[in-house]
């Protein structure tokens, strides 16, 4: 394929300035600095100066070839020297800087290209990263222009033949945990980003940047801006789809001559020009230089319907008027109850069954046995010559796709936890159009709502995909907090209460640095900044810290770390109560209750020793080895409540497993007599039954959220939680296999264990 020369590919010659070339080395050192996290005077500036730098291309694009110059050599050093932490941080400030920046010579894309083939000899998460990258521009050096442009139309769902794919990013805050002047800046910054991003506006942007990047040097930029300003919508649409359309030509046809996408970008441009000579002079002296990235289009939610999650998605597979949104959330039950199964539990021994009816066209459940129905539901309508209808391979080749690894296998038998992959090709070819991306607000008590929507998803998808095949579904965490969390009523254990506000977050600021200096320092300065008075210059533009950071963030992370979630069976000390069944994904809290003399006052008067705390209690766990093996354990002992934590608390041990902490009474025996000692016992392990031999009960928080405690709970079963398709598929083939059989059908090919994944600029850095 024929390219212009490197001494051509320019848009506009870059005088080297020795003084801006100085600032841009200061800055990208200073941020190199702040990876080594040992640098206390940079504490107060973490976070601001990747974005600090990223600000001064936008205010003048001129210097992005410069920018991109010195992180090139900055780059090859760090791999030339062993610094491996710097890396990824600086390949991914690279790209966005490419993105941004007009006009990259043919050399430096030929230097970062050859960079990131190197990174595929390395291990995860650098050839990942760097295979995505390698691929990202080549495709650029085919047609320049291409990824800003499927960028923004993607971002801003603008209307195409060509490129038909959209996003949108799902902001949610659960209102007790955030105050009402925290989300009031963030809508703030929000409305104040939608000013730049009109569906005209970046149909501009669009058709700029590509005549700037295809045709160099014979493009007057100044001019073209005031021709396509000076236009009406019409014209800009079918120019905006005649740019598009030969972007999206010449990128599938490898094959094709880049003189000839060159060709129909002059046709465009040349156009434009005789349509518009009359008002051309005046206009081109006030355009402005450079060419804007809008923000990604960002909805703010208030999390206050459980299943408002599911309803925002299919609100967006299914794009409705303003005026018709409110509507449709109150039709969304009825579709539920027409497109969706019944809920079932864990063990999914209840199934339902699809049939298609051979008479009346009334769909029903299978119906039981007659010894095994009921005599009310005996008089109730039967259908006759009903046959069972086989679930489509549209809806059960999906659900192999939902596997941490792309292509629906169980994870390995390994313990260490699962990091992000490059995405994979699905089994079947199946057009996702759409990408949501769900940004959660909050503490870790935000996360266990968001895993509980996620499970009830999923078990919505295993009855039938609808939205799975469609769409991709991306997570993504923003720490924030405002105040300690409420404490919760097991807080009487007696092992000491270090528990973190947002564990999980600096669990992912401990695996992914780059994750720690541009997400979590997000956490303290979000209130901060909510609490500064508001004043226009701040909600301008170019100020928009927050939104630029998420856009930032949910832009380039794209590689997930995935987390185990646990189902918790709780048996309470009421007979008549059923048992519960509940989920967490970061703590599990118990305290034992105390003993209450007012309770048994004759065992008062007859006793002569002092009072142990705590209730005595049998445990039966499987306890995890670093050989890959489980060992069953029983226990029996006293104790005053116990902590499992579902998140590894340092490197050294990060371990798919839960690790309980047993506080233990110990007796003791001394010259003034019998006594007792507080003993912490440590196991890991990945199910775990605990039960009270007395009669006393204890409680039950989780995930630290006291809305979640659960009082008068005699026996606990905690286990790993199942991937909802895979017990469907399962229970479906113990029909018709035989008892002794493990994972027949389509079950041995499904993801076994629900996990949560949760993107992150680099995963897990090994």
């Not at 919760?488 to 528990?499: G, K, S």
């Not at 445990?619 to 934590?645: D, H």
Request: proline fraction near 6%; include cysteine.
């Amino acid at each position: 394929m024929d390219k212009p020369t490197t001494a051509s590919s320019g848009f506009t010659p870059t005088v080297e300035n020795p003084e801006v070339e100085s600032d841009f080395l200061r800055s990208v050192h200073a941020l190199l600095r702040e990876l080594d996290g040992h640098h206390p005077a940079f504490q107060s500036e973490r976070g601001m100066l990747r974005w600090t730098l990223h600000k001064k291309i936008d205010r003048n694009p001129s210097n992005g070839v410069l920018l991109v110059k010195i992180l090139v050599k900055e780059l090859e050093r760090a791999e030339r020297c062993g610094y491996r932490q710097y890396i990824i941080p600086l390949l991914h400030t690279l790209m966005y800087t490419m993105v941004k920046a007009p006009s990259i010579p043919d050399d430096l894309y030929e230097r970062v290209y050859d960079f990131c083939k190197k990174l595929l000899t390395l291990p995860k998460p650098y050839c990942t990263i760097g295979l995505h990258y390698a691929r990202q521009l080549k495709l650029e050096r085919t047609v320049p222009g291409i990824l800003y442009q499927r960028l923004v139309s993607a971002e801003q769902s603008l209307k195409n033949d060509s490129f038909p794919y959209q996003e949108k990013v799902f902001m949610f805050a659960d209102p007790e945990l955030l105050s009402e002047a925290v989300c009031r800046a963030i809508v703030t910054e929000i409305k104040a980003a939608r000013t730049s991003q009109c569906t005209r506006s970046c149909m501009i942007y669009v058709i700029e940047h590509a005549l700037q990047e295809g045709l160099k040097e014979h493009c007057d930029f100044r001019t073209l801006q005031a021709i396509l300003q000076a236009k009406p919508l019409d014209v800009i649409e079918h120019c905006f789809q005649q740019v598009v359309a030969a972007m999206e030509h010449a990128g599938r046809d490898m094959k094709a001559e880049y003189n000839q996408y060159v060709e129909e970008l002059k046709k465009i441009y040349s156009t434009l020009l005789r349509a518009s000579k009359k008002d051309v002079g005046k206009a081109a002296a006030e355009g402005s230089p450079g060419i804007p990235l809008p923000s990604p289009n960002i909805s703010f939610h208030l999390w206050t319907d459980e299943d408002q999650l599911w309803k925002e998605l299919v609100l967006f597979l299914r794009p409705q008027s303003p005026s018709c949104e409110e509507v449709s959330l109150k039709v969304l039950g009825s579709f539920e109850l027409q497109d969706m199964g019944p809920e079932y539990d864990n063990g999914c021994e209840q199934v339902r069954f699809s049939v298609l009816s051979t008479d009346s066209g009334i769909e029903r459940d299978l119906p039981m046995p007659d010894d095994e129905v009921p005599e009310a539901e005996r008089s109730r309508l039967q259908r006759k010559g009903g046959i069972k209808k086989r679930a489509a391979p549209l809806d059960c080749l999906s659900l192999l796709q939902t596997g941490p690894n792309g292509q629906g296998a169980k994870p390995a038998g390994k313990l260490h936890r699962r990091c992000g992959g490059s995405v994979m090709e699905p089994i079947a070819r199946m057009k996702r159009l759409h990408t949501a991306r769900v940004l959660v607000l909050g503490d870790d008590r935000v996360l266990a709502r968001l895993v509980q929507a996620y499970y009830c998803l999923r078990k919505r998808e295993s009855r039938r995909a609808y939205l799975t095949p469609r769409l991709k579904v991306q997570f993504y965490y923003v720490p924030v907090m405002e105040e300690q969390p409420s404490s919760c009523p097991t807080e009487e254990c007696a092992l000491p209460d270090l528990t973190e506000p947002c564990e999980l977050a600096a669990y992912l600021g401990r695996v992914d640095p780059w994750y720690e200096s541009n997400v979590n320092t997000l956490c303290h300065m979000i209130p901060k900044l909510a609490t500064m008075p508001s004043s226009s210059s701040k909600t301008s533009v170019s100020e928009l810290f927050i939104i630029d950071v998420i856009a930032y963030y949910v832009r380039l992370g794209l590689q997930p770390v995935y987390f185990q979630v646990y189902t918790v069976k709780l048996v309470f000390k009421n007979a008549g109560l059923e048992p519960a069944e509940d989920i967490f994904l970061i703590e599990l809290r118990v305290a034992l209750e105390e003993f209450d003399p007012s309770r048994d006052s004759l065992l008062m008067k007859k006793k002569t020793t002092v009072e142990i705390p705590g209730a005595d209690v049998s445990l039966v766990y499987k306890k995890v080895l670093l050989s890959s093996r489980e060992k069953e354990e029983t226990a029996a002992l006293r104790s005053t409540g116990l902590v499992m934590k579902a998140i590894p608390s340092n490197d050294t041990e990060d371990l798919v497993c839960l690790n309980v902490n047993i506080a233990e009474i110990v007796k003791t025996a001394n010259l003034s007599g019998r006594s007792y000692s507080h003993v912490t016992n440590r196991i890991r392990t990945r199910n775990i039954k605990m039960q009270s031999t007395e009669q006393r009960s204890f409680t039950v928080c989780l995930d630290k959220d006291s809305r979640r405690v659960y009082k008068n709970v005699i026996g606990i079963e905690v286990s790993q939680c199942l991937e909802p398709s895979y017990c469907l598929q399962k229970t479906r083939a113990r029909r018709t296999s035989l008892p002794g059989d493990e994972d027949v059908g389509l079950a041995k090919y499904l993801p076994k264990s629900l996990l949560l994944p949760i993107n992150t600029f680099a995963g897990i850095i090994q």
